[in-house]
């Protein structure tokens, strides 16, 4: 089993910025590919941003140029800088571990972004 525990959420003014970390409890961190996704109100799940073992990352077109998704394989964390926020991105953001065919979901923390 993998243990994620999300930090960072919180209310930010539109133009602001936050981030967010994903802390994982096992010392196999270097071997998962991350992620970070949102759901909002009444929409589904989409994925924001991906980093894989070696470091490589993708960012859903949303938030690119805005967002970076980093990893800190000594402390087994991953982040999420989000910056230049929107009233958009207001979600509950969470945290994905993926090895092989598992998965592994955080429990979720709340960003808002007031206008």
């Known amino acids: 089993q993998v243990e994620l525990v999300e930090s960072g959420g919180g209310l930010a003014q539109a133009g602001g910025s936050l981030r967010l970390s994903c802390a994982v409890r096992?010392?196999?961190?270097?071997?998962?590919?991350m992620d970070w996704y949102r759901q909002a109100p009444g929409k589904q799940r989409e994925l924001v941003a991906s980093?894989?073992?070696?470091?490589?990352?993708n960012y859903a077109d949303s938030v690119k140029g805005r967002f970076t998704i980093s990893r800190d394989n000594a402390k087994n964390t991953v982040y999420l800088e989000m910056n230049s926020l929107k009233p958009e991105d207001t979600a509950v953001y969470y945290c994905?571990?993926?090895?092989?065919?598992?998965?592994?979901w955080g429990q979720g923390t709340q960003v808002t972004v007031s206008s």
């Open positions: 980093v894989t073992r070696d470091g490589s990352t």
């Open positions: 096992r010392s196999i961190f270097s071997l998962l590919a």
């Open positions: 994905r571990a993926s090895w092989g065919s598992n998965y592994y």
